[in-house]
C-alpha cells in the first residue's frame, strides 16, 4: 500500500525513480510523484494516475541529479489529486519527505502548527510530518529534526526524506511500514520492497520499527529514534529479476496463476520426502513439540489468506485432530480474545506486512501465545515477529489479486497439518497416502491449466451477467468464498460465496433467470448433498457452472457449463478447484475491460487498518 524510492550514487537518481515506481506500482497507483535535489535546489514533480503520466512531466532539469526520492500513492487522507501527492515539502521547500502508513495524530499536530503560523496545501496527513519536520529544522540539524518530528507522531510510517542544504543523504526510517536499504557499489536504494531493489543488487537491510538510516554514497549509519546506533546485518535477498516481469505473459495475474505448478513445487521443495515418508519444515523445527502439544489452533489473516486459513481449519481437525479456529485479523484482535499457553496464533501473509494480521499476531503474542507465522515475504515484519514459521517460497506476488499465494498457503498448512498428524495418530500409511497425493499437485494444476481457453469461452457468455453465487461444500467451501473474491475485485462483478447448503436459508432470495451459480461439486463425500443444490438453482433458472472431477458425466449433464479437475485426496482438493475459478475470474475481468493488475481502489499489502 503506497511505495516509497530513494536513490543515492552516481547515477542518475530520476530514472532510477522512475523504474523503481514501475516495480512498485502495485502497492497504489492514485498519483506518483519524485523530488531530487538539483543546484542546491529540491525540483518536483507529480502526476495523478499512473506512473507514465509521470514519467511524460519528467523533464531535463532532472538529468543530472544523483539523489532523490519517490512514491506511488494509495490514497487514504484526501483524494487521488497533484497537491495531495507525494513528496510533500516542509515550509522552507528545503526538506521533501514521502511517506507510507498513517499518521493518526495528524489533525491535532496540524493544527499546532497553523498556530504557529504553518501554511498547508494539501489534505493530507503526511503534509504534516514534513512541516513538522521543518518546524524542527534549524539549517543544520536534519537528522536531529526527523527524529524530534518523529517523537510527536502517533501512526505508522516508512519514510524517507531529503533535504537542499544536505545533498549528500536521504534520512530513512520506519515504525509499522517496510522500508529496506539495497546496497550497490557506491549508491544506495531505500525501498519500501526489494522489487524496487532487486535490478541493482541483491544486497539489503531490512529496518525494523523505531530505527532510522542516515544513507550517504558512502555508507549507511543505523540508529534508534533515540540515536542509539544499531547493528544491522546484510542479508540476500532471493527474488530474481524475472520473477517481478510479465515474461510474455499480458498481466501479472495471468502469469502467476500459470506459475502454480512451480511455485506449488518450490513450495515443497525439500520438505515432503515420498522416499523417506517424511515431512521436514526447517522453520518450525525447534517448536515441533510445543506444537504437537498445543491444545488449540488460531489462524488469523485477511482476505485471500482468511480463506486459506479456513481450509487450513479444515486440514488441522481432520488430520492434527486440533481444535482450530480461523479469525479475521481485524476482528480478533480487538474483541479481546481468550488465548492461553496452550493456543497457538498463526499469522497467515502473503506480504507479510499486513496491518490487521500484525495486530493480531501482537495481541495474542502479549496474551502468551505461541506465535507462528506462514508467510511469503523473507523478512518481513510478520515473519520477524514470530517465533517460528513456514515460508511460502512460491516467489513474488505482483498481481494485486492473490492467486499463487493462495496455493502456496494451503500447501503450507497441508504440509503442516501433515506433520503434526504424524505425530499425533495419523498412521504412516495414511501419511504417506497423503504426501503421495500432495507430490502428485503440480502436474494436475498443469493439466486443469490447459482448460484455459474454454474457461475463456465460457466467460465470453458469462461476462455481461452482473450477479454471481459461488457455492461449495466442506473443503470446498473456502473455494467458493476465494472464487466469488476473486472475480469481484477484478471484474467488478456482485458475487457471493457461501457454503452450498445456506443459499436455502436466504440467498436462494437473489437467484433469478440467467443469474450465474458457480459449484464445487467434486466427487467427494457431499456429492449427493450438492447434487441437490444444483437441482435448487436449477428449478430457478439460474445458468449453472461446475468445477467438477474429470469423468463426472452425471453433473456434466445437469450443468449448462463444466471445468474438470483429476481426482485427488478431499483435503487437496482445494489446490485444484481453485485453478478455474482463478480463471474464470480473470477472463471475465479482461472481457469487461477491467484493469486486471491494477483493479480500481485496491492495492498489494494493505499497511493501514
Ligand atoms: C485478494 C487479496 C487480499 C489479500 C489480503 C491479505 O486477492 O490479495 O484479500 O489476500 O489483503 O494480504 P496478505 O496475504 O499480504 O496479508
Known amino acids: ?78 483524494a487521488p489529486t497533484e497537491t495531495n501527492a507525494h513528496p510533500h515539502l516542509d515550509h522552507s521547500g528545503k526538506i521533501a519527505l514521502v511517506h507510507n502508513g498513517i499518521i493518526e495524530n495528524y489533525a491535532s499536530l496540524r493544527k499546532y502548527l497553523e498556530a504557529q503560523g504553518v501554511g498547508f496545501e494539501s489534505e493530507t496527513d503526511t503534509e504534516v510530518l514534513a512541516k513538522l519536520i521543518g518546524h524542527f529544522y534549524t539549517g543544520d540539524n536534519l537528522e536531529q529534526a526527523v527524529r524530534s518530528a518523529l517523537s510527536e507522531v502517533q501512526g505508522t510510517y516508512g519514510i524517507a526524506v531529503i533535504c537542499a542544504d544536505q545533498p549528500d543523504r536521504i534520512i530513512a526510517a520506519r515504525k509499522g511500514s517496510p522500508l529496506i536499504v539495497g546496497i550497490g557499489k557506491n549508491e544506495y536504494i531505500v525501498a519500501s520492497d526489494a522489487s524496487a531493489i532487486i535490478e541493482h543488487t541483491n544486497q539489503v537491510i531490512y529496518l525494523s520499527d523505531g530505527e532510522m538510516a542516515i544513507v550517504s554514497r558512502e555508507g549507511f549509519r543505523t540508529i534508534t529514534l533515540d540515536a542509539v546506533p544499531v547493528t544491522k546485518d546484510v542479508q540476500q535477498v532471493e527474488w530474481k529479476l524475472e ?14 496463476i500459470f506459475e502454480q505448478p512451480e511455485s506449488v513445487r518450490m513450495c515443497m521443495r525439500g520438505r515432503v520426502n515420498l522416499r523417506e515418508g517424511t515431512i521436514h519444515l526447517g522453520g518450525i523445527a525447534n517448536y515441533a ?23 487450513g481449519e479444515y486440514l ?17 484482535r480487538y474483541r479481546n480474545p481468550v488465548l492461553d499457553d496452550g493456543t497457538v496464533i498463526c499469522a497467515i501473509s502473503q506480504s507479510g506486512e499486513t496491518a490487521d494480521t500484525l495486530a493480531a499476531l501482537r495481541e495474542a503474542r502479549d496474551k502468551g501465545a505461541l506465535g507462528i507465522g506462514i508467510v511469503n515475504t523473507v523478512g518481513s515484519t510478520i515473519a520477524r515477529e514470530t517465533d517460528a514459521g513456514v515460508y511460502l517460497h512460491v516467489g513474488p506476488e505482483i498481481g494485486v489479486a492473490s492467486t499463487k499465494a493462495f496455493t502456496g498457503q494451503v500447501t503450507v498448512l497441508a504440509m503442516l497439518a501433515a ?8 498412521s504412516p500409511a495414511n501419511f504417506q497416502n497423503f504426501i503421495c497425493a500432495l507430490d502428485q499437485i503440480p502436474g494436475q494444476i498443469e493439466k486443469v491449466l490447459e482448460q484455459s481457453g474454454e474457461i475463456r469461452r465460457v466467460a465470453e457468455k458469462l461476462a ?17 468464498l476465494e472464487g466469488a473474491l476473486k472475480i469481484k475485485e477484478i471484474s467488478y462483478v456482485h458475487a457471493e460465496g457461501m457454503p452450498a447448503a445456506e443459499m436455502k436459508h436466504g440467498p436462494i432470495a437473489l437467484v433469478n433467470k440467467g443469474m450465474p451459480a458457480v459449484f464445487i461439486a467434486t ?51 482445494p489446490l485444484l478447484t481453485i485453478i478455474p475459478l482463478q480463471l474464470l475470474a480473470y477472463h471475465v475481468a479482461v472481457l469487461r475491460g477491467c484493469n486486471i493488475d491494477k483493479p480500481r481502489n485496491l492495492a498489494k499489502s494493505v499497511t493501514v487498518e
Not at 543546484?39 to 512531466?57: H, Q, S, W
Open 1 to 78: 500500500m503506497c511505495g516509497i524510492v530513494g536513490y543515492i550514487g552516481s547515477k542518475t537518481a530520476s530514472g532510477i525513480l522512475l523504474e523503481g515506481l514501475k516495480r512498485l506500482e502495485y502497492r497504489g497507483y492514485d498519483s506518483a510523484g519524485l523530488a531530487i535535489i538539483n543546484d542546491g535546489g529540491l525540483v518536483i514533480e507529480k502526476a495523478v494516475g499512473r506512473i507514465l503520466n509521470l514519467e511524460k512531466k519528467v523533464g531535463p532539469i532532472f538529468g543530472s541529479a544523483t539523489v532523490g526520492i519517490a512514491h506511488t500513492r494509495w490514497a487514504t487522507h484526501g
Open 243 to 256: 520473477q517481478i516481469e510479465l515474461g510474455g505473459f499480458e498481466h501479472f495475474m495471468l502469469k502467476e
Open 289 to 311: 513439540r510445543e506444537l504437537t502439544r498445543a491444545h488449540r489452533f488460531v489462524f488469523t489473516a485477511c482476505g485471500t489468506a482468511w480463506h486459506a486459513g479456513l481450509v
Open 316 to 332: 488441522f481437525e481432520d488430520l492434527a485432530r486440533i481444535p482450530t479456529e480461523t479469525e479475521y485479523a481485524s476482528e480478533f
Open 419 to 426: 506433520f503434526l498428524g504424524r505425530r499425533k495418530h495419523l
Open 464 to 480: 455481461g451477467r452482473e450477479n454471481w453465487l459461488y457455492l461449495g461444500r466442506g473443503y470446498n467451501y473456502p473455494v467458493a
Open 523 to 573: 466427487h467427494s463425500s457431499q456429492y449427493d448433498k450438492i447434487l441437490g443444490n444444483i437441482e435448487e438453482v436449477k428449478a430457478r433458472g439460474a445458468t449453472t457452472v461446475a468445477v467438477i472431477t474429470e469423468g463426472d458425466s452425471e453433473i456434466c449433464r445437469q450443468c449448462d457449463f463444466c471445468f474438470t479437475v483429476p481426482k485427488t485426496i478431499e483435503p487437496l482438493e
